[in-house]
Nanobody, 121 residues
Framework: QVQLVESGGGLVQAGGSLRLACHAS????????MAWYRQAPGKQRDMVAR???????TYPDSAKGRFTISRDDAQTTAYLQMNSLEPEDTAVYYC???????????????WGQGTQVTVFS
């Protein structure tokens, strides 16, 4: 089994910054993409950043220039640096990872439990 554990959420004033972390553990042979999604009350879950195992990154327009995703050398921890935060960024942020548990198996999609980010003006 694989676990994704997020940390770093909290309460921040508009214009401030937060850094989220997501650590993957368990039966892991390799991890392909890691990504951050967010979901505000009453809204769908949307991707805010994605990084491949070779460091290629993707952001929606809402995150470009403000959010930066990165991974550690072990490729098991993803970070999301969020700057210039706005009240509209308030949501539960979820980590997502495509994990290969053993050689020859198929990639499985895993989610973390989420971490709350609240931005006040």
């Amino acid at each position: 089994q694989v676990q994704l554990v997020e940390s770093g959420g909290g309460l921040v004033q508009a214009g401030g910054s937060l850094r989220l972390a997501c650590h993957a553990s368990g039966r892991i042979f390799s991890i392909n993409d890691m990504a951050w999604y967010r979901q505000a009350p009453g809204k769908q879950r949307d991707m805010v950043a994605r990084i491949t195992n070779v460091g290629e990154t993707t952001y929606p327009d809402s995150a470009k220039g403000r959010f930066t995703i990165s991974r550690d050398d072990a490729q098991t921890t993803a970070y999301l640096q969020m700057n210039s935060l706005e009240p509209e960024d308030t949501a539960v942020y979820y980590c997502n990872a495509l994990v290969l548990s053993t050689r020859g198996s198929t990639y499985q999609n895993y989610w973390g439990q989420g971490t709350q980010v609240t931005v006040f003006s």
